[in-house]
């Protein structure tokens, strides 16, 4: 027990460097992203940080199984290049042991990776979309940037402010062009500011001291008007309907029917958990049967085989969907290769293992 709190330990610590490090890129670039997408206008500034940790939670399903696998390898490469494997075997902890501790591990891993999967990720990336859909509404007000054409509506719609008072609530100087089929509309105010209907809840551009023009381009006959205060109603975008979307709807619901396309989305939900379960066992029989002095080679076999797993698995899907896979026996075929794969490892390892000590015995025999 002791030999395995160490090594499970080991596992843990390199476990947590790499995960940290990843999450640490994927929250600086979706950030970067964001921040982007709020200085030209496209998502309301105050939602970045919702959304952020939305898609951080959703992108533990594959750090944690990924990172898991990676510190498990290094790990026991680390314990092959400082003899401590070597000390265990002679006090008689085999890959047993490292196998026992990894499995611990995999299996909270799985938990993890299963709830996010069967519970979370659908809940998360259902209240994203209506973040989205609501940032794109409040994107269209927020949006305006002093110096600047702004396009709302599909284009029908385009704003400009020459500047934007120190409150950063009046727009100054606005202009607003209008599109309705065939005709036109211009708009120029000193003053503009943004005001919501307390009973409706629709917004309005309201500009003040200004002139219109409405018309049809090429045509002489311009209306014309001078006015104090003009209201001019900004869309709201539609919300997105998720009613038809099986990758937002929770797994309690693709239980109650079975139709191949809720099949084949609750067989991907868990295959997930299932791949978490498998893949840090992959990583400790591949890093057995290395060299510790060509561990990079080993290194990009672990890596490629975690990937070429998780790509058939994603052409699985494709094929339950295309229904070429039959939904009810769905990616398990998959799982069980991975199965007969880590049997056959386990075996070459054994052997690899064998042979040099068989092969010591016999030569001190022909030597006695």
């Known amino acids: 027990m002791i030999l395995q709190r160490y090594v499970m330990g080991e596992f843990?610590?390199?476990?947590?460097?790499?995960?940290?490090?990843?999450?640490?890129?994927y929250f600086s670039t979706r950030f970067a992203s964001y921040l982007g997408q709020a200085a030209d206008g496209k998502i309301a500034p105050a939602h970045i940080a919702q959304m952020l940790m939305l898609k951080m939670l959703v992108s533990l399903k594959d750090l944690v199984p990924m990172s898991l696998f990676l510190g498990i390898f290094g790990a026991i490469i680390r314990l092959q290049r400082d003899s401590e494997l070597t000390a265990m075997r002679a006090a008689g902890a085999g890959p047993l042991l490292l196998l026992g501790a990894a499995l611990k591990l995999s299996i909270v891993s799985a938990l993890v990776v299963g709830?996010?999967?069967?519970?979370?990720?659908?809940?998360?990336?259902?209240?994203?979309?209506?973040?989205?859909?609501?940032?794109?509404?409040?994107a269209t007000i927020a949006g305006v940037k002093a110096g600047r054409f702004k396009e709302i509506s599909g284009g029908r719609r385009i704003f400009y402010a020459e500047q934007i008072a120190q409150n950063a609530k009046l727009l100054e100087e606005t202009f607003v062009q209008v599109r309705q089929g065939g005709d036109v509309g211009l708009m120029r105010s000193d003053r503009a500011f943004v005001e919501t209907d307390p009973v409706t809840g629709d917004r309005f551009a309201i500009f003040l001291d200004g002139i219109s023009y409405a018309g049809q381009p090429g045509a002489l006959d311009y209306v014309i008007t001078n006015f104090g205060k003009y209201a001019l109603r900004i869309e709201a975008h539609a919300p997105t309907d998720l009613s038809d979307q099986l990758n937002y709807m929770s797994t309690a619901d693709l239980l109650k029917y079975e139709a191949p396309g809720f099949t084949t989305e609750l067989q991907w939900r868990i295959a997930q958990?299932?791949?978490?379960?498998?893949?840090?066992?992959?990583?400790?029989?591949?890093?057995?049967?290395?060299?510790?002095?060509?561990?990079?080679?080993?290194?990009?076999?672990?890596?490629?085989?975690?990937?070429?797993?998780?790509?058939?698995?994603?052409?699985?899907?494709?094929?339950?969907?295309?229904?070429?896979?039959?939904?009810?026996l769905g990616l398990w075929p998959i799982h069980l290769l991975l199965v007969a794969t880590l049997a056959a490892l386990w075996h070459w390892q054994r052997r690899r293992r064998v042979r040099p000590a068989r092969d010591a015995i016999e030569q001190t025999v022909r030597n006695g």
């Open 115 to 138: 709830a996010i999967t069967l519970y979370a990720e659908p809940r998360a990336e259902g209240v994203l979309q209506e973040i989205k859909d609501q940032t794109e509404n409040e």
């Open 273 to 328: 958990p299932v791949a978490a379960l498998l893949l840090p066992l992959l990583a400790v029989l591949i890093a057995l049967i290395s060299n510790s002095h060509n561990w990079y080679l080993w290194l990009l076999t672990a890596v490629s085989g975690y990937f070429a797993y998780n790509n058939v698995l994603g052409v699985g899907k494709a094929l339950m969907k295309k229904e070429v896979l039959p939904p009810d």
């Open 12 to 25: 843990l610590r390199t476990f947590a460097m790499i995960i940290g490090g990843l999450v640490i890129i």
